[in-house]
Each structure stands twice: as structure tokens, then as C-alpha cells.
């Protein structure tokens, strides 16, 4: 362990070549930058106290680094900072993948999992430290930044997955003139996760769909979550060999959802390098060149594979070789991604958890203390505190919506997520022209036209044009609930583990969906 004095880095950034490295620090902090491991994970300033763990436990691989679940010091991946009495903070951050840092007491810590690497440390002003810190990553990482990140209606948040070929053929038409780059289709075109051949609502198949795309004059993007599959899917049936496993043998599990147990594929294995390049090859033959790759993490979770190395280092390697097989000319989007190991590798990143119509779920943010649960509260907190990778690759907060059918978002909480995607300069909705009314699609126009001047003020304001827009009141996280209520937390905890209640919520969300399709 290589021990640094604060003074050392009070006047200039250092660069540490070191596995573990660690600064005293002179006062106890106010606050620390927790920095989560993927897309979904919490990014925020918060008190130095403990943060209730989030439930349940089943989502832990699938929403944060669930080797770093039960720690009680403020910690995040890759990088740390604390604030100071006097607004300045303190950054340690590395520069390559396979890294943590963590506070204990006034020591500032960070280690990588295996080998040695470089620490970047700097003191000052905010945004100054963390510009510094991203201009160290580019230059190690790669920096792949187009001129505009293409303006996007994706198909998720308006219908999940009861997107089928009739209903998406006659959105492609209604969306008329609005000036969408890429018309992206999201989950429920696929047979099974692991199974990414077009299932039976798409009868004319994918080179149909893109096709049509295409011929409104839009690029046609389309979802995949190429690293892991369900348990009930063909290709984990056929190919168990070639799914992650723990030193014991047993199968790693990448999560919970669409009803059932993931698993994640070793993308160490030949044959699945050589499966992913064709399923890469495939979706652009298709058609498609805007590609949201999803569900990522599951290529980057502990366990023991074919080829013994860091488990991000093979992430990022897979990363590389499906960069290579879809092509430069492709726009990769990656979501649910480890965010170091993605920078250089692709076009645009996810920095947030999904937003939804609602602004927060009582149970998930102050129940189950859940901040990587679909909500537009999630997705803003979140997003805000990642803005500093915006110099290194085009950062996407997720969608804005105009629509207020089936919206419970008051007209200030749509107006805060239009600003969001104002100030990363990412434009999407999923808003569907069908519902929305001739005052809203006007909105929704202006909107993808406007590329208005922003710049930051403080951590959480922001001056866009003439108009002043600050974010802080969204960042504030839940307390700990005591007494019955947090015996009540604790059960409904409990019971968020159990694959029967998942499935129960399913059947309900697949209910709410199909009277949704109904109204159509
Ligand atoms: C499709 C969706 C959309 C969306 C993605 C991703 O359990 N979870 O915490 C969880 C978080 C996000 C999520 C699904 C589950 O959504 O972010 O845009 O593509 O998958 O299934």
C-alpha cells in the first residue's frame, strides 16, 4: 500500500502507479461522491453515514457491484471524492479497470482487484478536478465522440413488450415529419433472451423491419442484451458450457427479470466470441446500425472463466471485439454497463436508471431504498451526478416525455427531464404520436430542433438560454425507515426475493400491458 500526504496533492494532481494506494486526509469530509458500477447503479454527493442496503438482494448483480453490497463506508467503483468544508473536494480515481475506492475514517483508499495500476489524485474545484480526471481516463481509454448524438424514439417506454410489426409499422408512419435520427425498437421482438431471431409478432421478420424504417429516411436501431440469457432460452439449454460459473462449479447468477433466473454467458469461451461476432454480423445484415446493447454487467461478474482474467478487463475485451464485428460505422449505445470499462468502446452511454411515467415508487425508493428501480426520480439523481463523462463520449440520461396520457409526471417533473436531456444533449422519447395531442407533438417538434446554450453554474443549476433550472431538490435520497415500518421494509425485502412474487408483479405488469395494447 503506497500512503500519499494530503499536502502532496494539495497543490498539484498526482499520477500513483500502484495496486493500493491511500491519502490522509487532514478533516473529516462533509460529503462523499459515490460513484456506482453500471448504468443503473446510484451515482451521488451524499453524508458520510451509512446507506441502507437496496433490495432486494436478487437484483444485486443486475443493479450494482454486489461484491461492495454490505459495505458500510462510503465507496464506489473506480473512483471517490470528498468534499471539504470550503467546497473543495478531494479525487482519487483509476485509470484502468478492476479498481474500488473507499473511505474509512479519514483515509481515502483505492485498490484494483489484481495488478498494479495508475491512480489519478487532484484537489480543487469541482468541476476542474473531475474535467481533469476525464481528460486522464480519454487519454488512456480513447475518447469517441461524434459530432451530435442522433435524436432517437425508441419503443420502450411507451409500449415495453407489446411492440409488435402492425402496431410499430403504423407509429413509423404517424411519426410523419418529426425529426428523428434513428427509430429504435427495444425488447419484444426477440423469441427468448439468448434467442435473437424475430418471434412470431414479427411475421415478416427483421429484414422487414428495418427495411420499413429505413424507408421513412431514419437509420433503424434495435435492443439486445447479448450477454445473458434466461434460463428457459434455447441457447442456454443447448450451451450450458458457455455460461459463467464460481469456483465451485455452480452457475453465477446475473439477476432476475422477464420472470426468470439469468444467467450470464463467459465471454472468454472462443465459441462465444465467435457466437457474438455473428450475432453483431447478423443485426447489421438485418439492417440495423444503431445498436442499444443491454444488460451488460452480466459480462463483467465475478466468476471463474475459460481465460483467467480481471473480470472487467474481459468485459471491456468483449466489448472491443463486438465493436469490431458491428462495425466503426455502426452507433453503439451501451446500457446497464460497467462505466469504465465502456469508455473508448462505444458511442454513447446510459448513465442512469430507466426513467418511467411515475415520479417515484413509495415502496421501491423508501421501502426497499432502491435507487436503480425504473423511476424519473432515479434516472435525474443519477444523471446529474455523470455529467462529467459527457467529455469523453455522448452521454444518454434516457427519455423525455411530452405525452401526459398515461402520464402521472406533473408538467414540471417533464419539463426537469427535458432540460436533463438538453444538458447532455441527448434526445429521445418513446412518446407515441397516437396519444399524443397537436400541443404536445408541437413541443415534442421544438423540442428535437432545439439545441439550446447551456452552461453550469453550481453542482446542480444550470442556466439553459434565458432560463435558470436546478436540479437539487430531485437529489435528496430516502431515510431509514424505523419501528413497524422498518420491520414492514424489511419483510417486503423478504419477500422481493422470492421468484413467485417477481412473477406475481410480471402477471400484474403484463395485464396493465395488454389493456394497453387494447387502447391502441
Ligand atoms: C428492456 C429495458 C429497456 C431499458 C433498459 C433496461 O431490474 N432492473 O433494475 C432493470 C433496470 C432497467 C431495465 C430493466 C430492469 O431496463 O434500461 O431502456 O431497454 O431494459 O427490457
Redesign the pocket.
Known sequence: MISIPFTEIQNQPKIIKAKEVSIQLSARPDKYYRHGWQS?SLAAWTDLSPLPIQKPAI?HP??INAEFAQEKNPNGSWLGAVEFSDGNILLLGALSTDAHVLLVENQLSGQFDADDGEWFAAFGQEDVVFAEYAEQLGNRLGKLKKNSAPRVWCS?YSLYTIIDEPILNKIFDKLGNLPFDVLQV??GWQVNIGDWQANYKFPSGMNALAEKIKSTGRRAGL?LAPLLATKSSKLFCEHKDWFLRDDYGRLVSAGF?WGEPLYALDTTHPDVILWLVALMQQVRAWGFDYL?L?FLYAGALKGKRYKNMPREAAYRECLRVMREAMGMDAFFLT??TPILPAIGMCDAI?IG??VSHDWENYRNAHLLYNP???GTRNAIRTVIHRLWLGSLLHIDP?IAYFESKGNSLTTEQKTLLQDLAYVCNFKATSDLPQWITEKEFSELHSFLNTTPKVTQQSRYIFQIDDRTVDFESVVLLPKTKRGPLGLWADFLGWLGDRHFVLRFFKMLDDNALRKRRNSL
Open positions: 443503473w437484483f443486475l443493479q420502450w427495444d425488447d435492443w427479470n442499444k443491454d446500457c446497464g446510459r436508471p430507466d436503480s428501480t425504473p434516457d
